[in-house]
């Protein structure tokens, strides 16, 4: 009996890897399909100005920010389970919403809704995967989950730029399509997520025990490493999203890219992230000791990667910079900061721990494509963009490097 117990929890945290990645596949298709498509959005809806077009990005990812920290505490208190579902509801409206958009305010509102429902998504799904998924096994299983997203990324990417720019669909189409992956992926959270599983239960005796051991507010903002790891993943973020709003319209307007090469090319990142992400994070699994050592290296390679991209004369060398970038960067190095965060958090809380994580990290997401259009609007060029992505990646590695260098006292 116990055998055939043990092989039931070993089959349900695999299920909880697929479930994960899923989900991240549909959100990112949701997040990359606009990308490639902005030039016939902006002139459908009759805008002008690079920066408004940004605020639909920016408005996104700030309704999705904002509901980081209170889903985590959400997610803790009354299940993960039970936050993730109306989520996804509420993304699907969204996405139907989007889809029927007649003018930028309506978008940027549809946006905005569609942001609070993904929003629901980050804390409670790492908490799930931190509970059930051994920790040997951790970096590995986080990265297969995060390959969800390179997955939808490109399915996003080339999937509009095809329909829309070669095969002539109007790209409303798209976002029903998405809003039905969204319902569909619901369903199957109702049937398979647990609502309580051993190691959560095991997780709350154990904090019975030491009732200190928990996610207040000090202990997530008074621990260097913690602070240390909110900045870095801002920084790993903030190029990440510069890059997955306006690298489609720079090779596009700077760089003489057409159609579906469009789409093909700025998803070379996302093919790229998932052998990275797969190898690091077994390698860090492997060398756990060593972890600190394999994210500042990879963000280092990263930024110097994203310099180059538009450093580079010729469009190959570009292809190549990018693909690099993608085996170098956010997706290669997160599952390493998801489970270096799981490491040093609290024991009780571990849902509101990730939503602070994530909310630092996403207030990057906000601030990146708005800033990157009010650059494009001044200079003519994205280009400044990307180094100023370049430059606070590196700023981000130095202070998580100080912060692991320096040995710092236990908190209370």
């Not at 002139?43 to 605020?55: C, I, K, P």
């Not at 997610?75 to 003018?103: H, M, N």
């Not at 720079?250 to 057409?258: K, S, V």
């Not at 790229?272 to 060593?290: E, I, N, Q, T, Y």
């Amino acid at each position: 009996m116990r055998d055939a117990s043990e092989q039931g929890k070993w089959e349900y945290w695999k299920k909880v890897i697929v479930m994960l990645c899923l989900g991240w596949t549909v959100i990112w298709i949701y997040r990359t399909i606009l990308n490639p498509i902005l030039p016939e959005i902006q002139r459908d809806l009759n805008v002008t100005s690079d920066a408004s077009m940004g605020l639909i990005f920016s408005v996104f990812f700030f309704a999705y920010t904002m509901m980081q920290i209170p889903s985590g505490l959400l997610a803790d208190r009354f299940g993960r389970k039970t936050i993730i579902i109306p989520g996804f509801i509420l993304f699907a409206v969204g996405a139907v919403l989007v889809g029927f958009s007649t003018s930028l305010m309506f978008i940027l509102v549809a946006s905005f809704i569609t942001g609070l429902g993904q929003g629901t998504y980050y804390g409670p799904a790492y908490s799930i995967s931190s509970e059930t998924i051994p920790k040997e096994k951790r970096g590995i299983s986080t990265a297969i989950i995060n390959s969800g997203s390179a997955i939808g990324m490109a399915i996003g990417l080339i999937g509009s730029s095809f329909l829309v720019k070669d095969a002539g669909w109007d790209w409303r189409v798209l976002l029903f399509i998405t809003a039905g992956l969204a319902f569909i992926l619901m369903l199957v959270f109702v049937k398979n997520i647990k609502k309580n599983t051993v190691q959560s239960k095991a997780a709350a005796a154990d904090t019975e025990e030491n009732v200190e051991d928990k996610a207040t507010l000090k202990r997530l903002l008074a621990n260097p490493k913690m602070v240390a790891s909110y900045v870095l993943y801002f920084a790993t973020c903030y190029g990440y999203y510069m890059i997955v709003t306006w690298l489609p319209s720079y090779l596009q307007e700077e760089r003489g890219f057409h159609g579906t090469a469009i789409g093909f090319a700025a998803a070379l990142v996302a093919f790229s992230a998932v052998p990275g992400a797969l190898l690091f994070s077994r390698l860090s699994d492997k060398f756990m000791h060593k972890k600190i050592t394999f994210i500042i290296i990879l963000e280092l390679l990263a930024a110097v990667m994203l310099y180059l991209t538009v450093s580079v004369n010729t469009n190959t060398l570009l292809i190549i910079c990018l693909i690099l970038y993608g085996f170098l960067g956010k997706l290669a190095v997160e599952p390493l900061l998801i489970s270096y965060v799981a490491d040093i958090a609290p024991k009780q809380g571990i849902g509101t721990t990730f939503g602070f994580f994530n909310f630092f990290g996403m207030m990057s997401s906000v601030v990146a494509p708005f800033v990157t259009g009010l650059i494009s609007d001044a200079t003519g060029s994205k280009v400044l963009g990307f180094y100023l992505a370049t430059i606070i990646i590196v700023v981000g590695a130095a202070v998580m490097l100080l912060a692991n260098v320096k040995k710092t006292p236990k908190t209370s």
